[in-house]
């Protein structure tokens, strides 16, 4: 079943996604790294096997006029670490951006995020490379779009609460006006996405996996950075 997954998903859902009232772009989670997700052999098992990444992400480019996006981590653990290869395969199938998190599945959100890992990738790809994982505040998105070369951050709400992410957002905006801010407020919806746009952020990915910019304004942006 897994191998039909390709077909499957192109010839449904992703079909749908030709229409103008739904959202900017489309993003495989091939990251998440839960065990009631990876038992089910989604999430960070994807990464497992790099040609099946391909074909997923290849389906889903041909049968949708939105631009397909992926995140994925470092590797299934220390000893298996492919996220060059498989953010490789990625483009190869039509990847519009790759957003690496520096840890392994294996780490769960344990340990720390080896953001050396992201800038292999950023080396390798020429699409959009976002970089994820211990980007706690403003000093350490700069300190990590350094060390990796990134072309933008991405940050995660689990953790934190609204007023920290706008109050985040605001610092790093003041003083990088260009780079690219997404955030996965997936724990809550409690931040509106007039709020996000107005403090700056770019893209928003919702726990359905389902992309889009921020508000209708930031449409051009994310087609730009797209």
């Not at 199938?93 to 890992?117: E, K, N």
């Not at 490379?129 to 700069?142: H, P, Q, R, S």
């Amino acid at each position: 079943f897994i191998y039909e997954a390709p077909r499957l998903i192109c010839t449904n859902s992703y079909k749908s996604c030709r229409s103008d009232a739904l959202p900017s772009a489309i993003d495989i989670n091939m990251g998440c790294p839960v065990p009631k997700v990876v038992k089910n052999h989604e999430g960070s098992y994807l990464m497992k096997d790099p040609d099946l990444c391909f074909d997923l992400v290849q389906a889903c480019v041909k049968n949708t006029t939105k631009p397909v996006t992926v995140k994925i981590r470092a590797g299934w653990d220390k000893d298996h670490i492919n996220a060059a290869e498989v953010a490789g395969a990625c483009e190869s199938a039509g990847a519009a951006a790759v957003a690496v998190h520096g840890r392994t599945r294996s780490q769960l959100y344990s340990g720390t995020a080896d953001w050396d890992y992201i800038r292999k990738v950023k080396e390798q790809l020429s699409v959009p490379v976002i970089a994820n994982g211990d980007i706690t505040g403003g000093e350490t998105a700069v300190k990590c779009l350094k060390r990796t070369g990134a072309d933008g951050i991405m940050i995660h709400s689990r953790r934190k609460e609204p007023d920290e992410i706008l109050e985040f957002c605001d610092k790093f905006r003041a003083d990088n006006k260009e780079t690219p801010i997404v955030v996965v407020p997936s724990s809550f919806n409690v931040i509106t996405e007039e709020e996000l746009a107005a403090h700056g952020v770019n893209i928003v990915i919702y726990a359905n996996q389902l992309t889009r910019s921020a508000f209708p304004a930031m449409q051009k942006t994310a087609e730009d950075i797209l």
